[in-house]
């Protein structure tokens, strides 16, 4: 069973960056087909951030296009989310999961990102 561990969060100003990891266990796991989603504050939800297709392209979500940048190392087995020019509304919890043709692996604990001056 892979198991995934977040980590790389912390509180920044606005305008700040931050590079997140996803960092994966078990013999099966690919970068392929992951990516990350956001818990908002007062949010039930995890929404679609970043993701790299099965063949390999990157899609982003509206919010954070031209800002985040996801990437992979397969050797590694870990999963990395590089973030600029961080906004308030980029505030939440990171989690790093299956986006593209698997089933969900179990949840991580996340990473805590908190944008404010």
């Known amino acids: 069973q892979v198991q995934i561990v977040e980590s790389g969060g912390g509180s920044v100003q606005p305008g700040g960056s931050l590079k997140l990891s996803c960092a994966a266990s078990g013999s099966s796991f690919v970068i392929y087909g992951m990516g990350w989603y956001r818990q908002a504050p007062g949010e039930r939800t995890r929404d679609f951030v970043a993701?790299?297709?099965?063949?390999?392209?990157?899609n982003y979500s509206d919010a954070v296009k031209g800002r985040f940048t996801i990437s992979g190392d397969n050797v590694k087995k870990t999963i990395y989310l590089e973030m600029n020019s961080l906004q308030a509304e980029d505030t939440g919890v990171y989690y790093c999961?299956?986006?593209?043709?698997?089933?969900?692996?179990?949840w991580g604990q996340g990473t805590q990102v908190t944008v404010s001056s």
């Open positions: 999961n299956v986006v593209y043709g698997r089933s969900l692996l179990p």
């Open positions: 993701g790299i297709t099965l063949d390999g392209p990157t």
